[in-house]
């Protein structure tokens, strides 16, 4: 059953609209990283907004029973918005996503945009619930990441794309405890994969600004978990994920800073919020 859409505050709210400022940014430090970083990357990125918003979508679509008892105001389970109009929406966002990409990249890019668009399905319809699912999540990021790298070199971003990757399976196996909480074991795993995370992107001979940026991520993501891992109760826990999403632009900035392009990395990294989510 498909119905017309209230307002678009709701829509915005189905798909998470504020959180896609986090997406830009796995594009830019793949084009960085593979020299590839110009004009056609905006493209790219707007590609994978797309694609991040019809993710959201389809999550909401799927999780409509579960979200009825846990989260009832979202837009699903509150009436505002029907199941059929969130898939509607997850569909058209999709195509457009690997159009656009296919418009800014080609061919390549094409190649790359839809098996992104696959894997975000593939999560959202059956991988999320399973112990592959933080791996899935992860992958999402990473192909994300080698999207901005399409016509480049492509190696080159294996590393960041690698680092994106470990930083996502990180935020993805904390946010399967943000409703009932985990053992301190949890937190205390993901705080030092973050260090690790941390100081992969730090790494580059142009350190300053790479080591400031991670170190800045390494502060803001690490401060949460380290809490969660003095009482790991579900408040924690989800602010822990919070602080995951909303600082992963200053790792990104700093892979983007670490691939010689500092100025950008910076405004990159401006992105994250200036204060705890």
């Not at 020299?35 to 991040?52: E, F, I, K, M, Q």
Request: one cysteine or more; glycine letters at 12%.
């Amino acid at each position: 059953m498909t119905a017309p859409v209230r307002s678009w505050r709701d829509l915005a709210e189905l798909v998470r609209a504020p959180a896609a400022l986090s997406v830009p940014g796995d594009v830019i430090a793949g084009a960085a990283a593979a020299g590839r970083l110009g004009p056609r990357t905006a493209g790219l990125a707007g590609a994978s907004v797309l694609l991040y918003w019809a993710g959201m979508a389809a999550n909401d679509w799927a999780d409509r029973d579960l979200d009825a008892v846990e989260r009832p105001e979202r837009p699903i389970p509150s009436g505002r918005i029907a199941p059929g109009t969130a898939l509607g929406v997850a569909a058209g966002l999709t195509a457009a996503g690997v159009a656009v990409a296919g418009l800014a990249g080609g061919r390549r890019a094409l190649a790359v945009a839809a098996p992104l668009a696959g894997a975000v399905w593939a999560y959202d319809l059956g991988l999320k619930s399973t112990p592959a699912g933080p791996a899935a999540m992860a992958t999402c990021r990473a192909l994300d990441v080698l999207l901005g790298a399409v016509g480049g070199r492509l190696r080159r971003a294996a590393w960041p794309a690698a680092v994106v990757f470990a930083h996502t399976y990180t935020v993805t196996a904390l946010s399967r405890s943000e409703v009932d909480g985990a053992t301190p074991a949890l937190p205390k795993a993901t705080l030092v994969g973050t260090a690790a995370v941390a100081a992969s992107a730090a790494a580059s001979r142009r350190a300053l600004v790479p080591a400031a940026l991670a170190g800045w991520y390494a502060y803001r993501y690490g401060a949460p978990q380290l809490a969660a891992v003095r009482n790991p109760d579900a408040a924690r826990v989800r602010a822990s994920v919070g602080a995951g999403i909303l600082n992963l632009p200053a790792l990104q900035g700093a892979l983007t800073a670490r691939a010689g392009r500092p100025l950008t990395g910076i405004a990159v990294a401006a992105v994250a919020p200036s204060r705890g989510c």
